[in-house]
């Protein structure tokens, strides 16, 4: 049976299907173009979210991908003060900082940043350190064994699902370990990252071998690569690829959903909510007159 999912003022029953939109602090994203980099922007952004639905924000200042070198410092100006400012305007809002790196992660958490998102599959091992220290929530995700902003190239595995299993159950195990508290660790297949389509449809039919762990699920599909190649479609045109995957593993039992269009993708989840038994219609007066 699922427990209960704690996040900053927030608690996630087994059944509640949460929204992480995606806000960032970064020149270079591949979906926004750099939309959201100036501070007010990501502001507007963040307070679209929350009407749209969304319950958590997640704030980054690095692209995931290859690009212009972005060093510590540079990363802690781009995301701790929008943090912050979140923070202040929406209390209640579970405020996620999208980093790998622990330095940043302690001036993020200071700010009232809630989960440390690593991306990158503990390439910091001191990153845990900090969610324990600081009792914050920690995703655990896999990355091929692939660093921080490189791309996979010929990427291989025996047993794929296995080796995804194995290592984000094995970084929440480290986690529980050092102390971050159990009841604040998701764990996340991470879509692409270290994977070419092939891998990412699999993984996605193959939910409930994740699932199935008892660890929270976090899936981040919204408009990625395998989408695009599978449909063979630019960025932009990729929002029925990306829904049709949130459904499907929303309905293996995944629990948080990072999303860059926020409204579509909470709609979703309440009619599969509501479909799985889990969320009352929001009406029902067909047939009752």
Known sequence: MADALRLGRRTFAPGDLAVMAIVNRTPDSFFDRG????????????????????????IGGVKAGPGVEVDVAEEVRRTVGTIAAVRAAFPEVVISIDTWRAE???????????????????????????????????????AGGLAPRTRPHRAAFADLVGDVRDTVVGLADRAVRLGVRRDGILIDPAHDFGKNTRHSLEITRRLTELTGTGWPVLVAVSNKDFVGETLDLPVQERLEGTLAATAVCAWQGARVFRAHQVRPTRRLLDMVASIRGDRPPALSRRGLA
Do not use: K, M
């Open 35 to 58: 939309a959201t980099f100036a501070a007010e922007n990501a502001l507007r952004a963040v307070e679209r979210a929350v009407t749209e639905g969304a319950e958590i924000v997640d």
């Open 104 to 142: 940043v992660a302690v001036e993020a958490v200071a700010a009232g940043a809630d989960l440390l998102n690593d991306t990158w599959s503990g390439a910091d091992p001191q990153l845990a350190e900090v969610a324990a220290a600081t009792g914050v929530g920690l995703v655990c995700s896999h």
